[in-house]
């Protein structure tokens, strides 16, 4: 099967975690902070947390802003699961605000009504999630003039777009949010095999996330409660925080990765220009690319319209997968969801995200994909596509 995202692991890679296993630190050692810094830098942000997973590095975004009962927390309907939940994993509520038909990204214009409404009823979201859908990023500008006038705070969903750029800024420098959040899943751009990352320029957000990865203990005098003496107090316990620390073995495949990143990026966008070229004499919509924007291109998602191509969606979906292209599917709105069902949300609540979820497929990119292995996806689709 051709998958539709897959890591690229070099000897470097290989060779950069057997040095950890040789060395005194398994967790949280050397590599780590070093990690940090390696992606702080280049996404020119002054701090990094590193932690186990992208939606560890949400939930700890979204409490260190003091998100929790009674706060109202919007994002797109058209991402992971996992930035929805994690304001329900502090007891918030979430709601959503449509897409862009032509982004596929959160639609400014539908977050400014949705902002207006929500001021009359009281009901303001004190965070709002944009999430940079297949690396290309959300209209930050927008977005940001928007939490100046309505208050809210920004935490970007950067899971796809590590290696993208906005403004001539990259994706990460939190010129336009609060914090950024990168994934490190497999599929991703870069892979810890899991982990992710908080970025941001606030010190007291980052020292706070920094203490709810490793249960809100800290060994720092500056912070510790006077007790006696004679009693031995080398740490405490300051606030309830988890265990969302990343291995220093994952570190160190990241800080390795981090070096081929733009390397990557590049080749994701070769990929890309090549389905922009033979993509375009078939009856399918591709990808929309905003001049203000640099895509990270963590996905390639294609549309299929019944009335414009004469199959749907789900034929050409099966056809794909018959043919060994494990084509895939991103996404199905959060609200769909059966748990978020049970939260009151229903079909018809957020048309754009609905139709593109009806219409959308991802089809494979990443950087070991051989030209002569996505020639095969261009002719597999276009035969089953032509007249
Ligand atoms: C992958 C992903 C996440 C979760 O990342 P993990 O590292 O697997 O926790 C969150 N949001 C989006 C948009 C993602 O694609």
């Not at 705070?153 to 994706?171: C, F, L, T, V």
């Not at 495949?253 to 090549?274: M, N, P, Y």
Request: aromatic residues 10%; hydrophobic residues 35%.
């Amino acid at each position: 099967m051709i998958p539709y995202g897959r890591q690229s692991i070099n000897d470097s890679d290989i060779e950069a975690v057997n040095d950890v296993l040789r060395s005194d630190f398994l967790t949280q050692g050397p590599v780590l902070p070093r990690f940090e810094g390696a992606v702080s830098t280049y996404c020119n942000s002054k701090y990094g947390i590193a932690v186990n997973s992208a939606t560890s590095a949400l939930h700890i975004a979204c409490l260190a802003m003091g998100l929790g009962r009674g706060d109202y927390m919007w994002t797109s309907p058209n991402t992971f699961v996992a930035t929805a939940n994690c304001a329900i994993y502090c007891g918030a509520k979430v709601d959503f605000v449509d897409i862009d038909s032509r982004t596929y990204n959160i639609c400014p214009h539908k977050l400014e009504q949705k902002l207006v409404e929500a001021e009359k009823n009281g009901n303001l979201p004190k965070v709002v999630i944009p999430v940079h859908f297949a690396g290309q990023s959300c209209d930050m500008v927008a977005i940001n003039k928007l939490s100046k006038k309505y208050g809210f705070k920004i935490i970007e969903d950067a899971s796809h777009a590590i290696g993208g750029s906005y403004n001539n800024q990259k994706i990460g420098s939190c010129a336009y949010s609060d914090i950024t959040v990168f994934s490190f899943h497999p599929v991703k751009i870069i892979t810890t095999g899991e982990g992710g990352m908080a970025v941001t320029n606030d010190t007291e957000l980052a020292r706070k996330m920094k203490s709810l990865r490793s249960h809100g203990v800290s060994n720092d005098q500056l912070f510790m409660n006077p007790r006696p003496k004679n009693e031995i107090w080398n740490y405490q316990q300051l606030e309830l925080g988890y265990n969302y620390r990343m291995t220093d073995i994952q570190a160190a495949l990241g800080l390795s990765q981090i070096e081929r990143l733009d390397q990557f990026v590049t080749k994701r966008h070769l990929i890309a220009k090549q389905y922009d070229r033979d993509l375009a004499s078939i009856p399918v919509t591709i990808p929309l690319q905003i001049s203000k924007a640099f895509s990270s291109y963590h996905l390639y998602p294609i549309l299929i319209n019944e009335k414009l191509c004469g199959k749907s969606q789900k034929t050409i979906y099966n056809m794909m997968h018959q043919k060994g292209i494990a084509a895939n599917l991103h996404y199905i709105p959060v609200h769909r969801h059966p748990y978020y069902e049970k939260l009151g949300f229903t079909v018809g609540s957020f048309p754009k995200a609905e139709n593109f979820f009806r219409e959308a497929i991802s089809i494979p990119i990443f950087p070991k994909l051989e030209s002569k292995r996505q020639s095969f996806v261009i002719d597999t689709l276009r035969a089953a596509l032509q007249k």
